[in-house]
């Protein structure tokens, strides 16, 4: 399996590696900095160098053999047992961070389940299981008081029988943290969030900078989307 670095640190922006499975339009690798899609995250991409070349990655993915780093199409990827250097496009990977501590903070203004999000670098939403009126005026401000106060964001591990003596940790209605390890990765914002998430984040509130609240659409009987923007 790959050693997932990115758990420990998200501003990892590069890592060596050795090429464990390679095919015609992949590899694996023993350890990555690459994010995954999951979690409403999408995989990250990037840049992937050897003695032998260099190739784009243009999408990260789970396997049963490991994180798979899928490269541009047309390319040759290096063979297995190659010694190769991950390079990520540190600044789309950012914004993600950015935009997934943003959505944290948003369920923290509004305290209702979670039915879904997505997140990506144009704007990023999340799905309530409500049918509450959301007042965007009110929800922007809080919204932006919470990144003001310079909340320490980080993350630890609880095993999975502290999650079970523990269960409204877990937001989300529709999806349940990933078993079957032992152990899960908690996400605490200071004083103002703590659930199990994989993602990656930034280290403080304040970085995720200026959010603006978009659309709020009703996607049911009880369920409103909430959409939202980085500015800057």
């Known amino acids: 399996m790959t050693k997932e670095l990115f758990r420990e640190d998200s501003y990892l922006k590069s890592c060596s590696a050795a090429v464990t499975v390679s095919d015609e339009t992949s590899v694996c690798v023993d350890q990555t900095v690459f994010y995954p899609l999951g979690g409403g995250q999408p995989g990250d991409t990037g840049v992937l160098a050897w003695d032998g070349g260099e190739v784009q990655i243009a999408d990260t993915r789970n396997s049963p053999e490991g994180i798979r780093h899928f490269v541009a199409e047309g390319a040759t990827p290096p063979p297995v047992g190659a010694s190769v250097e991950l390079r990520l496009d540190w600044s789309r990977r950012?914004?993600?961070?950015?935009?997934?501590?943003?959505?944290?903070?948003?369920?923290?203004?509004?305290?209702?389940?979670?039915?879904?999000?997505?997140?990506?670098?144009?704007?990023?939403?999340?799905d309530f299981d409500m049918t509450d009126t959301v007042d965007k005026e009110a929800v922007q401000a809080g919204l932006n008081e919470l990144v003001?106060?310079?909340?320490?964001?980080?993350?630890?591990?609880?095993?999975?029988?502290?999650?079970?003596?523990?269960?409204?940790?877990?937001?989300?209605?529709?999806?349940?943290?990933?078993?079957?390890?032992?152990?899960?990765?908690?996400?605490?914002?200071?004083?103002?969030?703590?659930q199990p998430c994989g993602g990656t984040h930034v280290r403080s509130s304040a970085e995720v900078g200026a959010v603006r609240i978009g659309k709020v659409e009703k996607k049911g009987r009880q369920n409103r989307r909430v959409n939202i923007h980085l500015d800057g």
């Open 94 to 126: 950012f914004i993600h961070m950015r935009m997934h501590t943003a959505m944290h903070l948003l369920g923290a203004v509004l305290r209702y389940g979670v039915t879904g999000g997505n997140i990506s670098v144009a704007k990023s939403r999340l």
């Open 148 to 194: 003001a106060g310079d909340h320490a964001v980080s993350c630890r591990w609880i095993d999975e029988a502290e999650l079970d003596a523990n269960p409204d940790l877990v937001r989300t209605m529709s999806v349940q943290p990933p078993r079957g390890k032992g152990v899960i990765r908690l996400l605490e914002i200071e004083g103002v969030d703590l």
